[in-house]
């Protein structure tokens, strides 16, 4: 009866070593256990896997144990898989040698190599395909390895095999998951860039939101905006790592990488940072050592350039889901400033116009008015000159009643143009009295309800000229609206100041209108709501059958206080 080959203790060690190699998750873990194992199992003073490249012709990795750190310099290159290490890649079965320089395929040892004569090697098959395999030589005593060492190691082997496959298994499940999660973060990014920006119509704001969003999505150090204007490229929006005052820095089109992915309309990832992109890092007064450029295409015409330097916290480059991500995004991102742009075009337009509709107005004041009345003047008295002294008396007296008349005339265009009491005794006078002159020349019911903190004492200064200015024409024009275009009989002026801002209401009790239809057709509305976002507030107007009520809320800016002013 013949003697089992592995006895008890060597068989519980072996499954004790297969427990601990399927447990572990990571491959250069399990290969290192699978080493010292086998050493301490067969008692080989040397282990090595020899790892196969995608061709399984030779080595592409040699993991050792047992050489120390200073003997692997003094080797230098590691085996790549000839001579007897090229046997088990031919024919991946064990193979055990007594003394390995007589076998016929020995090369022999580089030199400053250990000393080796006994030699054990097993395949690592994985899946019916060859993997590496494991090599063992120097066993303790001088010995050769035995049938028992070989069984252990094929065992190993065995075990090392089902326990890489379970790590690249979970290796590859761990990169679906990180690239789906990585994808749906890029979605849901794209989708709330694509919410926040499509209610979005200030340029302005609309670059803050895409270099923040987009910056985030790609987790770079730095993201800047560039857009074409004429032939340059001009800085619009930056953030991250930057210094202050990129913003308008420009760099010429032709002959710049940049460029060149403006004119192409392809985007391009970038190392080496330093040396391609020097013109836009100069530009930026920054340092990265990569990058990626998108462009901004919409409608098949690129308008600018998104461009992410670096990452967060490593020196790996972007790759190609960076550059799908940030595609993706761009997309809607170039519509957003398209749009912006367009808007920013027709506010202008707006603006131009209401500005003259402005001028013709007080254009026709002044003809049909006060240079009608001019010229009638002038006709009396050159009639009454010719006429008796009783004649010329009366024509004077006329004269005199006329001139005072028009003067009164000129003064209140130039109260509407800028009053005096704006200035001299701040809103609430100037919005009373601009109530009373309305009410007394139009017949109309107007109460005015001023309540602001200054007046009443609750502030150290005034507000600026600026929110001044834009509180007064906003009333100014709310009942211009309601005598001119509502035929209103009552109209109802609340200012108040509360929380830092200042609410301002006109509610008028005429017929109503449609506030998108009229802004350019001189209710001006274009002019209110430009006042409005330049002091940064918010209007809105509500209109109906019942009546118009136009409401703005602005914050608060004061003058400076001066010295002394302001008691301890």
């Not at 085996?79 to 193979?95: A, D, T």
């Not at 090392?160 to 379970?166: G, Y």
């Not at 024509?395 to 005096?420: D, G, K, M």
């Not at 507000?463 to 609206?481: A, C, F, I, K």
Request: charged share 30%.
């Amino acid at each position: 009866m013949s003697e089992p080959v592995l006895d008890d203790l060597r068989l519980r060690r072996l499954i004790d070593a297969g427990r601990g190699l399927i447990s572990n998750l990571d491959v250069e873990a399990i290969l290192q256990r699978l080493l010292d194992v086998a050493r301490e199992v067969t008692g080989a003073r040397y282990a090595a896997v020899g790892v196969l490249d995608d061709r399984r012709q030779e080595l592409e990795r040699f993991v050792t144990a047992g050489v120390d750190a200073e003997t692997h310099r003094a080797i230098g290159d590691l085996p790549r898989g000839r001579g007897i290490l090229g046997m088990l890649i031919e024919e991946p079965r064990p193979l055990r040698l007594e003394h390995i320089g007589d076998h016929p395929r020995s090369y022999g040892f580089p030199s400053n190599h250990p000393e080796m004569e006994t030699f054990l090697g097993v395949p690592v098959v994985i899946r019916d395909e060859a993997w590496g395999n494991l090599y063992l030589t120097e066993k303790a005593g001088g010995r050769p390895f035995s049938e028992a060492d070989e069984e252990s190691a094929v065992i190993l082997a065995d075990w090392a095999a089902i326990a890489i496959d379970n790590a690249r298994l979970y290796a590859s499940v761990e990169e679906r998951r990180d690239h789906l999660e990585r994808a749906v973060r890029g979605l849901d990014t794209t989708v709330a860039i694509a919410q926040a920006l499509g209610g979005e119509t200030n340029l302005t704001r609309i670059l803050e939101l895409i270099v923040k969003r987009a910056r985030a999505l790609v987790g770079a150090r730095t993201l800047v905006i560039m857009l074409e204007q004429d032939d340059d490229l001009v800085v619009a929006a930056a953030a991250g790592e930057l210094h202050a005052g990129v913003h308008g820095r420009r760099m010429p089109i032709e002959g710049t990488v940049t460029g060149r992915v403006l004119r192409s309309q392809r985007p391009e990832r970038l190392g080496e940072a330093r040396a391609k992109l020097r013109d836009s890092l100069d530009l930026l007064d920054l340092d990265a050592d990569n990058a990626l450029l998108v462009p901004l295409a919409f409608r098949g015409r690129a308008v600018g350039v998104l461009a992410a330097y670096d990452r967060v916290g490593g020196d790996a480059g972007f790759d190609g889901e960076d550059e799908r991500l940030l595609g993706a995004f761009a997309a809607s991102a170039a519509t957003a400033v398209a749009t912006g742009k367009s808007v920013e075009e027709q506010r202008l337009r707006q603006s131009i116009e209401a500005s003259e509709q402005e001028r013709r107005r007080w254009a026709r004041e002044l003809h049909d008015e006060t240079l009608q009345a001019l010229a009638g003047l002038r006709v009396g008295l050159s009639s009454a000159r010719r006429g008796s002294e009783e004649e010329l008396r009366r024509s004077v007296e006329a004269a005199v009643e006329s001139v005072t008349e028009e003067i009164a005339n000129l003064r209140a265009l130039i109260v509407e143009l800028r009053p005096a009491a704006l200035d001299e005794y701040g809103p609430a006078a100037a919005i009373e009295t601009l109530a009373e002159r309305t009410a007394a020349r139009q017949g109309i019911e107007v109460e005015a309800h001023v309540d602001l903190a200054f007046e009443r004492g609750d502030a150290p200064a005034r507000h600026t000229p600026e929110l001044e200015s834009t509180v007064y024409r906003l009333v100014q024009e709310g009942l211009t609206n309601a005598v001119r275009h509502a035929d209103a009989s009552r109209v109802r002026i609340d200012v108040e100041e509360r929380d830092g801002c200042v609410d301002v209401a006109v509610a008028d009790d005429g017929r109503g209108f449609d506030p998108q239809a009229a802004s350019s057709t001189g209710f001006g509305l274009t002019g209110m709501r430009e006042r409005v976002e330049l002091a940064d507030g918010e209007l809105a107007i509500a209109s109906g059958p019942a009546g118009t009520t136009v409401h703005a809320k602005l914050p608060v800016t004061r003058r400076p206080v001066a010295a002394g002013a302001v008691g301890g």
